[in-house]
């Protein structure tokens, strides 16, 4: 059916064409005077006249044409333009098929006056000047051969097949093969046609040539021809034998594809992710000590090492955070301990005081009070940074102290800059210094002085503690300086003041034994910075 709608297609339009083609000439005044004036009646050559001056000679001088004719209403040739001509009998039966059917024009199989079969294409012609009036006919005479073949050379529906083209009364037209008379009925060689013809298209099987057939047809309004095709069934059923072996060849490797698509997914996604999730939910359950590994390189390998690492991670934060929380809970029980502990201390050396007062001893009245107030800074302080002037303040008060062991052998200078007193350092930088100069560097019997210098130079301050006591070798080994220095200790604040400042602060220490220790320290910015919790 397919076949037979391209090939209607194709008739369309190369018919279609000679329609177009008659019409100018149809309507052309040498026409009308030609058919109109008995006494030109015979002149051949005018035709020709005709096709040249309506620029068609192009047109009707192609291989398929063997003639074009004039005739007048009682089908008398009135001009012709080549040699062969229709028999008459033969338009005269297309002349009354048209007069039954009313139709202006008609194609016929009619027989030539050397016997050949044409193609004719015969239309009415009407006056000009007189409306409805008809005064004859125009005939084109095609080669039968010459027309279909090339409508019919690159159809191949399979080697014992056959394209017949019906008229009206189907009687063939053309054909493809020369194994039929032209002009002969269809129903000669297939006598069920009649009643199997019932539409425009359909089809139906029957013997052909002895052979079971496929017959299907295809109606053309427009030509009023019936295109049928004959196909033998055995090269039907061997097209389907063929199409269901590669069909099936198809089926086959579509599963066996699918199936190893399916089965490579399945291993490199699948059952990954089922591992994956199998694993995750065990985690969540709180099983930390479990592991997954892959070593292969696509994107689920990367994701369940990546996962796994994670996991690890997640893990040891998890036992940090543990940990940490331990040490917590035990620091806040002794913080509570120490806060009981701090409380009943301050209430006795408060009343020690009283007492020492009363008693008319004021210095260990006053060294008490100092007592009292260095403890409270350092117990109950809790801001890591605190004004330089507080620090001052703590040193003070524990020289006051140290006065009661060393009469007379601890001599203070400050040099502090009032811009400098409110500038933040790091809580107990200077008290450790001060202890480390008394202790370690003074001289037996002899009185030592110790200066602080604080000074602000481009917003940074600038700390000096020095003294001229025992001195001692700068370049001892870490070791070594834990030994010579008790308690906090230099080497802490140094690392204290990298901390909190970030690598920006400065702790300078020049000592040599017999000239005394000088320590710088640098602070950077306005004592603003963020630092770092210890």
Known sequence: MQVLQGLNKTMDVTMTKFLDYSYPMIVSDQVNELLNTPDSKGEDTKIEDIVADNNLTEYFWSESYDNILLYDNEITIVSSMGVSEPDKAGIMAVVEKLSATGKNHSWSCVMTDTGKNAITFLKRIYSKSERGKQIGYICFVFNEKRLFQNIYKDVNIGNDSEIFVLDRELQYLSLKHEKTKIGSSAAEDIPEIKEKITGDKGNFTTVYNGRRSLIVYQYN??????????????????????????????????????????????????????????????????????????????????????????????????????????????????????????????????????????????????????????????????????????????????????????????????????????????????????????????????????????????????????????????????????????????????????????????????????????????????????????
């Open 221 to 534: 309004k427009k030509l009023d021809w019936t295109l049928l095709t004959v196909v033998d069934q055995s090269y039907i059923s061997q097209n389907i034998i063929h199409m269901v072996i590669l069909t099936g060849t198809m089926v086959i490797l579509i599963i066996i594809l699918s199936l190893f698509i399916v089965s490579v997914i399945n291993e490199t996604i699948v059952i990954p992710i089922s591992r994956l999730v199998e694993f995750t939910d065990q985690v969540s359950g709180g099983k930390y000590d479990l592991t997954i590994s892959d070593n292969s390189e696509d994107e689920m390998g990367k994701l369940i090492r990546y996962s796994d690492k994670m996991v690890k991670r997640l893990v040891w934060y998890t036992r940090t955070i543990e940990e940490e929380g331990k040490k917590r809970r035990k620091l806040e029980i002794q913080n509570l301990q120490y806060q009981i502990q701090p409380h009943f201390l301050f209430n006795t050396l408060n009343t020690f005081k009283y007492i020492a007062i009363i008693n008319g001893v004021e210095s260990l009245g006053n060294g008490i009070s100092a007592l009292c107030s260095l403890l409270k800074d350092t117990v109950y302080g809790k801001e890591e940074m605190i004004p330089l002037s507080d620090e001052i303040r703590n040193v003070q008060n524990y020289i006051c102290i140290q006065e009661f062991r060393y009469t007379g052998c601890i001599r203070m200078v400050y040099e502090v800059e009032e811009a400098a007193g409110v500038f933040k350092v790091p809580r107990l930088l200077l008290q450790p210094l001060t202890e480390n100069s008394i202790v370690h560097g003074m001289k037996e019997e002899v009185a030592i002085t110790i200066s602080i210098t604080a000074r602000l130079e481009e917003n940074d301050l600038y700390l000096e503690i020095q003294d001229d006591g025992k001195g001692f070798v700068a370049e001892l080994t870490k070791e070594t300086k834990k030994q010579r220095f008790s308690g906090i200790g230099m080497e802490n604040i140094a690392e204290r003041i990298q901390l909190i400042y970030q690598g920006k602060g400065q702790f300078l220490v020049y000592s040599a034994p017999g000239k005394g220790t000088r320590i710088v320290i640098v602070i950077p910015g306005k004592g603003e910075l963020p630092c770092t919790e210890l």
